[in-house]
């Protein structure tokens, strides 16, 4: 068996821009898994390895590869950093045991760096911090340090200091061994030298290594008392095991800084990997819940000697069949093994496991608890399945993924194209459960759901060139909903009487919205048998069903509570069905007296752009019923936070760059939804007729 003390499961995560797939790059290089290196800006990398990747030169899936470093296996996951792809950040920190947050060294803390920051925060993961391109114009190790503390609230243990400034980046001083990396000018990782502190370091040194051991010691109160001892300094390796428990326990930070593009700084991060970040042993086991959703009060203990859990974290399609990306928790799974899904009770069995380097694959015969393996040809495993062990089955926690915000409406071109679609996009379903498709009844359109006009270009690109279906698309349409703002009582009772048994059913009720967020509430207040038990189902069933369409314009209807207080029944005529049918009426005739009112989608944007711009940029937010809660002085650019309607957003990219010559940038992800004001409902009142007439 493994020794999974020697395990690294870490994942390295940061805002578009920042340098993760390079970094991601340079790690693979010193740990000799290529020994050619691509870059991203030349579509080369090696983790890029979808065509819109290499394209845009942004990630879109996160790509799995494994590398050995003194001894200790990494097993790396390189993820998107752009806003529309976070739900791949999410699922992959789900089943890491550490990471590597990459920030640039100029841009310091940038929006999606505090969502994967927050994501991390609530998956419990340990993290370094790695400051990236230090040799860029404007960058400021110092103040990036700062942002961390002031913007993530995070506390970061600066474990080196640079050496130059921007042009003048040649190496960093470890604070720990006081010893300075300066590395050469021909780009080659392993071309450094280990040189004393340069003399006008010395004092800085002596300061940030006194903050070091103070802060690291307060993991161990062991260390601190032998500290505390005037003069005694504690020797490197209590050190170092307090800086890894620290990490551990999320006290603080490791955080260290380089040029990934340049390869300056990298050893460093790796050997923080192996010396701090937790084995798969060390982290909190994930809690179990039962075939029902209860939780059993037991945890998947990461042993080898245990049950089988795995968690089915990715599904991706390639040339060879769905590869199902896993990461086992516990037990031993070998090739030819049945395993049962606990989230459809089937069972599947294990025919080909690889270990994966992006996309090339070695065949592998067994894996262990801490492994994450891809396994190819399972049937019917979705993102957040877990596969146990047929004799002793458990479900480890299942991920939520949010709604779509924005639709757009597809058709295929032609009675070829039709009979394609239908395949590719059940094979992107499985892939991204961000993206929903609907077929709409009346007008035979499919419509794609996704959350952002980006995620659904990138689609309909690969929907183009990966499955080779053509289709004509539509304008986006924007996913409003429903509530209701009043408290409403009524009455309502269904008869109907024809040759043999009739129907009958009575109900009083209340209607009125429940808590934001809530959604469908139902509760019984009968007494006296008034609606006998059996019939109690039906009646939640019918308003239930009915939420789908809202009173006002037909979106669906969110956060309702309805109570049902009394009612009436017929010993021969009334029925289960009667008592839905009544329900049903009940709904159409009492939501549109209750006060309801048009939802739509608000985005949280972040736009940079240039002071000079700032104007023109706000008056124009303004101008799109944007809400500006601040901005702020960057080295290079102004920060702007707003908060704008979906519906004004469709387009911006093109207007953000006509104002600012195209060096303005901008970013969202959906914050809630927000009342609309009149004008906006009969704006959508119309677009709405228009298009049901069209359909006609």
């Not at 030169?57 to 050995?68: P, R, V």
């Not at 392993?190 to 307060?218: C, G, H, Q, S, Y």
């Not at 069972?347 to 608890?369: K, L, S, Y």
């Not at 009582?489 to 009125?512: N, R």
Request: a negative charge; charged letters at 30%; glycine letters at 8%.
């Amino acid at each position: 068996m493994k020794d999974l003390t020697k395990y690294r499961n870490i994942g390295i995560f940061a805002h578009v821009d920042a340098g993760k797939t390079t970094t991601t790059e340079r790690i693979l290089k010193l740990t000799g898994k290529i020994h050619k290196l691509g870059e991203v800006h030349d579509g080369a990398a090696t983790t890029d390895f979808m065509d819109q990747e290499r394209e845009r030169g942004i990630t879109i899936q996160s790509a799995a590869t494994t590398c050995f470093w003194n001894e200790h296996q990494l097993n790396i996951i390189d993820t998107p950093g752009h806003v529309d792809f976070t739900i791949e950040v999410y699922r992959s920190l789900k089943v890491l045991d550490g990471g590597v947050g990459v920030f640039c060294g100029s841009g310091g803390v940038e929006p999606q760096s505090e969502t994967n920051w927050r994501y991390a925060n609530d998956s419990k993961v340990s993290r370094l911090i790695y400051v990236n391109k230090l040799d860029r114009a404007g960058a400021d190790f110092y103040r990036v340090v700062d942002q961390v503390k002031n913007i993530l609230a995070a506390k970061p243990l600066v474990m080196v200091l640079p050496i130059g400034r921007e042009a003048e980046f040649v190496g960093v001083v470890d604070l720990l061994t006081r010893k300075a990396w300066v590395w050469d000018d021909s780009m080659q990782p392993e071309n450094f030298e280990m040189l004393d502190v340069p003399d006008d370091m010395k004092d800085d040194v002596e300061k940030w290594r006194a903050e070091l051991i103070e802060t690291a010691i307060e993991a161990d109160e062991d260390v601190m008392e032998q500290y505390l001892e005037p003069g005694d300094e504690p020797s490197l390796e209590p050190l170092k095991s307090c800086i890894r428990k620290g990490t551990r326990d999320l006290e603080f930070f490791p955080t260290y800084c380089g040029s990934s593009f340049k390869n300056k700084g990298i050893q460093l991060v790796l050997d923080a990997v192996v010396d701090y970040l937790p084995d798969p042993t060390e982290v909190i086991p994930q809690p179990e819940i039962d075939l029902e959703g209860n939780p059993t009060g037991k945890v998947a203990e990461v042993t080898p000697d245990g049950p089988v859990r795995a968690l089915a974290f990715k599904i991706m399609d390639d040339k060879y069949g769905a590869l199902t990306f896993t990461r086992v928790y516990s037990g031993v799974i070998k090739k030819g093994d049945t395993l049962v899904n606990t989230f459809t009770g089937r069972n599947e069995r294990i025919g080909r496991m690889v270990e994966m380097h992006a996309d090339d694959r070695i065949p592998i015969e067994t894996a262990q608890a801490g492994d994450i393996v891809a396994m190819i040809g399972l049937k019917d495993v979705r993102t957040g399945n877990t596969l146990a062990d047929q004799k002793d089955p458990a479900t480890l926690e299942p991920m939520v993924f949010p709604d779509p915000v924005i639709s757009v409406a597809i058709k295929p071109k032609d009675k070829h194209n039709s009979e394609k679609l239908g395949v590719a996009l059940g094979k992107m379903i499985q892939e991204d459960p961000s993206f929903r498709v609907e077929v709409d009844d009346e007008s035979g359109e499919t419509i794609l759901k996704g959350m952002g006009e980006l995620h659904l270009d990138i689609k309909v690109d690969i929907l183009k060139r990966t499955h080779g279906v053509e289709v004509a698309q539509g304008a986006p349409q924007v996913a409003y909903r429903e509530t209701l703002t009043k408290r409403f009582e009524d009455s309502y009772t269904h008869k109907k009487q024809t040759g043999g048994s009739g129907q009958f059913a009575k109900i009083d009720y209340i209607v009125e919205p429940s808590e934001p967020g809530e959604g469908f509430v139902f509760e019984s207040k009968v007494v006296g048998g008034r609606v006998p038990k059996e019939y109690i189902p039906s009646v939640e069933k019918g308003f239930k069903v009915s939420l789908d369409k809202g009173p006002l314009v037909g979106f669906p209807l969110l956060d309702v509570k309805v109570t049902l207080t009394d009612g009436g029944f017929h010993a021969v005529d009334s029925s289960q069905m009667a008592f839905e049918i009544a329900s049903k009426a009940a709904y159409r005739q009492t939501m549109p007296k209750a006060g309801p009112q048009l939802l739509e989608p608000v985005m949280k944007v972040d736009v940079f752009c240039p002071e000079n711009n700032v104007g023109d940029v706000i008056g124009d937010l303004n101008r799109r019923r944007g809400m500006i809660s601040s901005q702020e002085k960057m080295p290079t650019n102004i920060h702007i936070k707003a908060d704008v309607p979906l519906s004004e957003m469709f387009g911006y990219i093109g207007d953000l760059r006509s104002m600012t010559s195209g060096r303005g940038q901008f970013s969202m992800e959906f914050k809630g939804y927000q009342p609309t004001p009149s004008n906006i409902l009969e704006r959508v009142k119309e677009e709405v007729a228009k298009r049901e007439e069209a359909k006609k």
